[in-house]
C-alpha cells in the first residue's frame, strides 16, 4: 500500500503564510490573533494546571525548537495484504494481553532513509502490549540483501517511552563511556506507508554489527532463553480468562516475577543469530564453549573469576546504579558477549530502562532479592571488591559532571528531537545526582563494624567483630592513641555484611601485635570492602558474649526446685521440705505460680554461695519456741529473694543470721533478704550477723514489720526504695551503715529503738515522706537526716550519745533541700545538735533553726567528693 511522498510539511507552511499575507493582510491579521489567543489559552493551562508560568514558557519553548529541529527521518512503507497480517497479530495480542512472537510473523517492507531505499522484513515486537497500544507500535526489523541501515543489520524501532526517553540513550552512552559494549541507541521521525508517526527510538540488536562498532573481534552473544516463561505466562492467563468474564478480564499485573530463580535456574542457554553460528564452524565452536561456560557458572561449578571478565562486569553493574537501570540486570535481559581471546564474558547491556532512583544497591540485596546468576556474581568477593571501587569513582560528582558536559551537545540534539512531540521530557541529570548521593550514603556509612576484646595474648590481640552494615568490611587494624599497634592477620581481614534477616553475627578476629600498645583504649582501622576511606571505632574491652558469663546470669531465671532432694510439691502447687532440715548448695528458683512454706521448725542451710529466687510468696510460719531458721553454717550464702509474687509473703517467728550478699552477673541485688515488687508482712523476726549492703531491702512494695529486730550488721539493717509501709515495734543494735534508710517511700515508724548505729538512725531521701514516734536513739553518727526534697516528721524523739543529732540538706543535684520537723525532743551528749544547709528546713518544736552550713554534704560524706 504505498502512497505518494508527500511534500516538505514546513515549506509548505511557509510558502502559504507568505502568499496569505501578499494577497489577503486582513484575512492574514485576523488568523495572527486567533493564533495568538491559541497560544495565550495553551500557556494559561500549563499555568493553571501545570506548576506556573515558568514551566509552560518551557514547554512552548521546547515545542517551538523541536519544531524547528531537522532530525533523522525514516519512511516505512508496507504493502496492503501483509499490513493485514501485522493488523492481525495485533489483535490476537492484545486478546491475550501478550504478545508471542515467531520467525513466521515477518513480513517483507522496505524503508527509505534519504536517498537510500532498502528491502527489510519487519513484525511486531515486545511481550508486553503496552507496545502495541496507540498509534505507536513497536517494530523488530531485519535489512535483507545484505545491506545495512545505520551500520545495523538488524534493529528496533519503538516508542520513546518503552526506555523512558532519553534515559537509555544516556545509559548506552555511559556503557560506552567504560569501556563497555554499548548498543545503537537514537531518535528519529517515523513514517509508515505516508503516515506521520512521529518520534520513534531505535535501539540496534546483537550481531556482529554491535561488536565491530564496539571494537570487538565477531563472537556469539549469549542469553538465558525466556521462551519457557512466556508459555507459561500466556497459559496462566488463557486459564484465567476461561473462568472470568473475557470484557473486563484484566491480566495479574505479575504471574510470576521475571526474576523468579525458577526460570534463571531451568532456562536454556542459547545464542543470538544461531543460524549463522551454525554454518561458521568455528564460531560454532566458540558458541559451544561459551554454552559449557556459562552453564558450569550456573551450575556452581567455576567461580565468576572464571566465566567473566569481572573489570568490566564491575563496571557494568556500577553504571546500572548511577543510571537506575536495575531492570537491565535481570536474568531474562542480561546478554553476554563471549570474547574469543579471553575467553570470558562480557556483559552487554541493554533493556535498562534507565533514570529511575534507586532504593538501594544491587550488592545490598543479592543475598534475597537477586536471582542466582546476580546472587552468585555479587558473593564472589573479587568481583564485590572491583564493583565497590566503580562504585565508589562514578558516584563522585565530578564524575558526572564531566560526563553531562562532555555529552551536552549530543543530549540536546535527541531532547530537541524529542520534545518536538514530548514537551514535558527534559534532562537535568537531578535522578543520576540523586543516585550518586543515595550510593555514596551506601559505601560511605557514619560506622559499619562493632568490636569488642575477646582476649590479649603473647604477640596477638583476639576480637569479636560484627558487620552491622550490608556491604562487607575490610579490616586493617588496630591502633592506640599513638599509632597502629596490630595488624589483622591476612585471612581474617574479610567480614560479609549483613542482609538483616537474622542478628548480626560476630566473628573472632586475630591481630598480630606490631608494637605493645601504651594504652588500654583502643580502636579497630577498617574500610568498607573495596573503597579506599579508612574507618576507626573504639574496641569495647570486655567479650561481646561470655557463655560463661551468660550461664550464670540465666540460671537464676530457670526453674529447678525439683532437682532437689530435700523439697517436694504439694498437689495444690506448695513447694515445702520433705523433712525440718534443707541444705541448699547452688541457686534454688522457684516459679510464679506456686508457693514456698516454711513450717514450725523449718531450717535451711545456704552454702556455697547459694541463694533462694522466689517468683511466689513466701510463707514461712514459725513459734515462739519452734522457729524457722534461715542460716548459712558456712558464712557464703546469699540470702532470699521474692521477686514479682503476685501475693503476700508472711514470715512468723523466723530468724535470718550468717547471710552475706555476693556478685552475680547481670544482678543487682543488694539485701540478704530482698522483696522486689511483692507485697509482704513480717512479724518476730530477727536479723544477725548479717554481712550485706542492706539486711532486709523492700523495693516497689508494700509492706508490714512488727517485732523486728537487727542485731550486728555490716551495713545497712533496712533499705526501703519506692515502698510504702509500717514499722512498729523495732530494735536495730550494731549497724555499720545506715539503721533505716528511704529513698522514695512513704512509711509510719512507732516504738522505734537504734543504738550503736554506725551512719544514720533514721535517714529520709529522694522525696520520702516520714513520720515517727516514739524514737530512741543512742550512739549514732547521725541521728535524724532528711534529705533531697524529703519530709520527715518526728514526735518523742530521744537522742543521746551522738556525732550530729538532726541534719536537713541536698545531696542530689536533682532534687532540693530537706524538711525535718521535730517535737518534744530529748537530747543528750550531741556534739552537734544542728546541720542545715539554705534552701533546707528544720522545725523543732513549732520553731524554725535559722543557723546554716554551706557545706553539709562535704562534711558527711567527704569520700564521695
Request: charged share 25%; net charge positive.
Amino acid at each position: 500500500m504505498y502512497l505518494k511522498k508527500q511534500p516538505d510539511n514546513f515549506r509548505q507552511v511557509y510558502n502559504f503564510l507568505k502568499q496569505l499575507f501578499a494577497r489577503y493582510p486582513r484575512a492574514a491579521a485576523c488568523i495572527v490573533v486567533f493564533s495568538g489567543l491559541v497560544l495565550w489559552f495553551y500557556a494559561y493551562s500549563f499555568i493553571k494546571y501545570d506548576n506556573g508560568i515558568v514551566e509552560a514558557a518551557e514547554r512552548i519553548s521546547r515545542v517551538a525548537r523541536g519544531l524547528m529541529h531537522r532530525p533523522e527521518e525514516l519512511a516505512l512503507d508496507i504493502k496492503f495484504k501483509h499490513f493485514q497480517k501485522i493488523l492481525k497479530k495485533r489483535k490476537e495480542a492484545l486478546e491475550n494481553h501478550l504478545l508471542l512472537t515467531s520467525s513466521e510473523d515477518f513480513v517483507p517492507a522496505t524503508i527509505t532513509r534519504g536517498s537510500k531505499k532498502v528491502r527489510v522484513k519487519i513484525r511486531l515486537k515486545g511481550d508486553w502490549v503496552d507496545h502495541l497500544k496507540g498509534k505507536k507500535w513497536s517494530y523488530r526489523v531485519k535489512v535483507r540483501d545484505g545491506q545495512t541501515l545505520f551500520g545495523l543489520r538488524e534493529f528496533s524501532l519503538q516508542h520513546p517511552a518503552t526506555r523512558n526517553y532519553i534515559y537509555e540513550w544516556v545509559f548506552h552512552k555511559m556503557l560506552a563511556h567504560e569501556g563497555l559494549i554499548a548498543l545503537k541507541y537514537t531518535f528519529l521521525k517515523l513514517k509508515i506507508n505516508g503516515e506521520d508517526k512521529g518520534v520513534y527510538a531505535l535501539e540496534g540488536h546483537f550481531d556482529k554489527y554491535l561488536l565491530e562498532s564496539n571494537n570487538r573481534r565477531e563472537g556469539p552473544i549469549l542469553r538465558f532463553n525466556e521462551g519457557v516463561f512466556w508459555d507459561e505466562h500466556a497459559r496462566h492467563i488463557k486459564e484465567a480468562r476461561s473462568i472470568s468474564n473475557p470484557e473486563n478480564f484484566v491480566p495479574p499485573a505479575s504471574v510470576t516475577e521475571l526474576r523468579d530463580r525458577r526460570y534463571a535456574r531451568t532456562s536454556i542457554i542459547d545464542a543470538f543469530n544461531m543460524k549463522r553460528l551454525r554454518q561458521d564452524p568455528q564460531l560454532f565452536e566458540e558458541f559451544l564453549a561459551a554454552h559449557d561456560l556459562l552453564e558450569a557458572y550456573r551450575l556452581n561449578k567455576l567461580p565468576a573469576s572464571k566465566v567473566f571478565d569481572l573489570k568490566l562486569m564491575a563496571r557494568y553493574f556500577a553504571v546500572l546504579e548511577i543510571m537506575g537501570a536495575h531492570h537491565s540486570s535481570r536474568w531474562h535481559n542480561m546478554r553476554f558477549y563471549y570474547n574469543p581471546v579471553t575467553a570470558l564474558f562480557e556483559p552487554v547491556g541493554f533493556d535498562g530502562n534507565s533514570g529511575r532512583v534507586i532504593e538501594d544497591i544491587l550488592a545490598e540485596s543479592y543475598k534475597s532479592d537477586l536471582d542466582d546468576i546476580r546472587a552468585r556474581i555479587f558473593s564472589d568477593k573479587e568481583f564485590l571488591k572491583l564493583y565497590m571501587q566503580s562504585l565508589e569513582r562514578l558516584s563522585k560528582k565530578e564524575y558526572l559532571d564531566k560526563f553531562l558536559k562532555a555529552n551536552k551537545k549530543e543530549i540536546d540534539y535527541h531532547l530537541q528531537t524529542l520534545q518536538a512531540e514530548f514537551p514535558s521530557v527534559g534532562f537535568t541529570g537531578r535522578v543520576l545526582y540523586m543516585n550518586q548521593s543515595r550510593i555514596r550514603r551506601i559505601i560511605d556509612p557514619t560506622r559499619a563494624a562493632v568490636a569488642y576484646l575477646k582476649k590479649k595474648e603473647e604477640g596477638q590481640i583476639h576480637l569479636q567483630v560484627g558487620n552491622f552494615h550490608t556491604l562487607p568490611v575490610e579490616l586493617v587494624g588496630i591502633k592506640d592513641k599513638d599509632g597502629l599497634v596490630a595488624a589483622v592477620n591476612k585471612n581474617d581481614a574479610f567480614l560479609a555484611g549483613t542482609d538483616f534477616s537474622s542478628p548480626v553475627k560476630y566473628q573472632s578476629r586475630e591481630f598480630k601485635i606490631i608494637e605493645e600498645p601504651k594504652s588500654a583504649a583502643l580502636k579497630l582501622i577498617y574500610k568498607i570492602y573495596g573503597t579506599t576511606k579508612i574507618y576507626q571505632q573504639e574496641i569495647f574491652p570486655y567479650r561481646y558474649f561470655d557463655p560463661q558469663r551468660f550461664k550464670l546470669a540465666v540460671a537464676a531465671k530457670l526453674p529447678n526446685f525439683d532437682e532437689f532432694s530435700c523439697l517436694k510439691e504439694e498437689s495444690n502447687g506448695v513447694v515445702t521440705l520433705k523433712g525440718r532440715q534443707c541444705e541448699i548448695n547452688r541457686d534454688l528458683v522457684i516459679p510464679a505460680g506456686k508457693r514456698f512454706y516454711l513450717s514450725p521448725g523449718s531450717s535451711i542451710d545456704l552454702k556455697n554461695n547459694a541463694r533462694i529466687y522466689l517468683g511466689s510468696a513466701l510463707i514461712a510460719e514459725g513459734e515462739p519456741d519452734n522457729p524457722v531458721r534461715i542460716f548459712s553454717s558456712d558464712k557464703s550464702g546469699r540470702g532470699l529473694a521474692v521477686i514479682n509474687a503476685a501475693g503476700e509473703s508472711y514470715f512468723q517467728y523466723v530468724t535470718i543470721s550468717g547471710l552475706k550478699n555476693g556478685f552475680q552477673p547481670g544482678r543487682n541485688i543488694s539485701g540478704a533478704v530482698t522483696f522486689y515488687n511483692s507485697p509482704a508482712k513480717l512479724t518476730s523476726i530477727e536479723f544477725k550477723d548479717i554481712q550485706s549492703e542492706d539486711a532486709l531491702n523492700i523495693v516497689n512494695s508494700t509492706f508490714e514489720i512488727n517485732k523486728a529486730s537487727f542485731l550486728n550488721v555490716s551495713s545497712d539493717a533496712f533499705d526501703s526504695d519506692f515502698s510504702n509501709g509500717v514499722l512498729q515495734n523495732c530494735s536495730f543494735t550494731k549497724t555499720g551503715n545506715d539503721a533505716l534508710d528511704f529513698s522514695g517511700s512513704v512509711v509510719t515508724l512507732t516504738d522505734i529503738k537504734l543504738s550503736d548505729i554506725g551512719d544514720k538512725a533514721i535517714s529520709a531521701g529522694e522525696a520520702s515522706k516520714i513520720t515517727a514516734e516514739n524514737v530512741t536513739v543512742a550512739k549514732a553518727r547521725l541521728a535524724l537526716v532528711s534529705k533531697d526534697l524529703s519530709r520527715l516528721s518526728a514526735s518523742k524523739v530521744s537522742v543521746s550519745g551522738s556525732q550530729y543529732g538532726f541534719a536537713a540538706f541536698q545531696k542530689k543535684p536533682e532534687f532540693g533541700g530537706g524538711w525535718l520537723k521535730v517535737r518534744f525532743a530529748d537530747v543528750n551528749s550531741v556534739n552537734h545538735l544542728f546541720l542545715r544547709e539554705s534552701g533546707s528546713t528544720i522545725l523543732m518544736d513549732g520553731k524554725p533553726v535559722t543557723q546554716k552550713i554551706s557545706n553539709v554534704k562535704e562534711i558527711l560524706y567527704p569520700a564521695e567528693e
